[in-house]
T-cell receptor
Framework: SQQGEEDPQALSIQEGENATMNCSYK?????LQWYRQNSGRGLVHLIL?????REKHSGRLRVTLDTSKKSSSLLITASRAADTASYFC???????????FGKGTKLSVIP | DGGITQSPKYLFRKEGQNVTLSCEQN?????MYWYRQDPGQGLRLIYY???????QKGDIAEGYSVSREKKESFPLTVTSAQKNPTAFYLC????????????FGPGTRLTVL
């Protein structure tokens, strides 16, 4: 079962602009994670935010979590062409046995 | 270098054949996972193993089999019973438990001819 749903499905921006991607989920979670996947490659872990956290930063990444709305957002500031990739949210459900991935947002950063 | 490797990168299979995908990690992780990714889709869990000599079915285990005889290795066999095996297969590992971040291999693209 896929719990996380990213929005938008695709996003195209100019280099230097900020990119925001959203993730909604349906059930209680222990944590929510964001991953990046370059075309034809494996996934790379970006950031993990626990259910009792509201915001987390890592370099140019900012993640927020609103458990009341069951949603999260990933903000990439000052985007670069190298940020072009698909971004997935994954939820670790409270009491669940698995990490559940959404379908991803495909980000294109135009130089 | 610590990491997780998968081989081969590309694999072609004739209908009716079983094939085995390799996954090896030297991160000293207890847990390992196999996912399937179809175009434009997220990852779906096939099998996972939290400890050596133990593994559990994920959401789409039918037509697949695994073994976990060593901590470092978690091979996946795609059997002839899998009706639509053409996909991108990803192996991952983590510290024990689904709550931890997962480290992914580069993937194997399987095509059925």
């Amino acid at each position: 079962s896929q719990q996380g749903e990213e929005d938008p499905q695709a996003l195209s921006i100019q280099e230097g602009e900020n990119a925001t991607m959203n993730c909604s989920y349906k059930t209680s979670i222990n944590n929510l994670q964001w991953y990046r996947q370059n075309s034809g490659r494996g996934l790379v872990h970006l950031i993990l935010i626990r259910s009792n956290e509201r915001e987390k930063h890592s370099g140019r990444l900012r993640v927020t979590l609103d458990t009341s709305k069951k949603s999260s957002s990933l903000l990439i500031t000052a985007s670069r062409a190298a940020d072009t990739a698909s971004y997935f949210c994954a939820t670790a459900g409270a009491g669940s046995y698995q990490l559940t991935f959404g379908k991803g947002t495909k980000l294109s950063v135009i130089p | 270098d610590g990491g997780i490797t998968q081989s081969p990168k590309y694999l072609f299979r004739k209908e009716g054949q079983n094939v085995t995908l390799s996954c090896e990690q030297n991160l000293n992780h207890d847990a390992m996972y196999w996912y399937r990714q179809d175009p434009g889709q997220g990852l779906r869990l096939i099998y996972y193993s939290q400890i050596v000599n133990d593994f559990q079915k994920g959401d789409i285990a039918e037509g697949y089999s695994v073994s976990r005889e060593k901590k470092e290795s978690f091979p996946l066999t795609v059997t002839s019973a899998q009706k639509n095996p053409t996909a991108f297969y990803l192996c991952a590992s983590s510290l024990q438990g689904f709550y931890n971040e997962q480290f992914f291999g580069p993937g194997t693209r399987l095509t059925v001819l």
